[in-house]
C-alpha cells in the first residue's frame, strides 16, 4: 500500500514530461522528412530562407538574392506557411 502513491506520482510525471517531449520529436521528425525544394523555412538561428537544393542531410537555403547558405536539415526549426490575405473589392 505504501507504493501506491509513489506509483501514481511516477505515472504522473511520465504524463507530463515525457509523452509530450516525444510527441514533439515525432512531429519534428516528419517535418524534416518533408522539406522540399521551394518550401520557406525558418532556422532555429531565426534565419528565415528558401530551400533551392536537398542533398541529404545538407539543404542549400537562399537567405537573400545570390546568398545562399549550406545547413544541416536537423537546424530547421519551422515551415514558413502564408495565410492568404483577403482581397478588397
Known amino acids: 500500500m505504501e507504493f501506491i502513491p509513489l506509483i501514481v506520482v511516477g505515472v504522473l510525471m511520465y504524463a507530463v514530461l515525457i509523452l509530450p ?10 517535418l524534416l522528412a518533408s522539406l522540399d525544394e521551394g518550401d520557406e523555412i525558418l532556422m532555429s538561428s531565426g534565419v528565415y530562407g ?17 546568398v545562399e ?21
Not at 517531449?21 to 516528419?30: S, V
Not at 528558401?50 to 545570390?66: K, P
Open 50 to 66: 528558401f530551400i533551392n537544393a536537398v542533398d541529404g542531410e545538407v539543404l542549400w537555403v537562399e537567405v537573400a538574392d545570390g
Open 69 to 89: 547558405l549550406k545547413v544541416s536539415r536537423s537546424s530547421v526549426a519551422s515551415k514558413v506557411v502564408v495565410a492568404d490575405s483577403p482581397e478588397d473589392d
Open 21 to 30: 517531449q516525444q510527441r514533439r520529436n515525432k512531429e519534428h521528425k516528419a
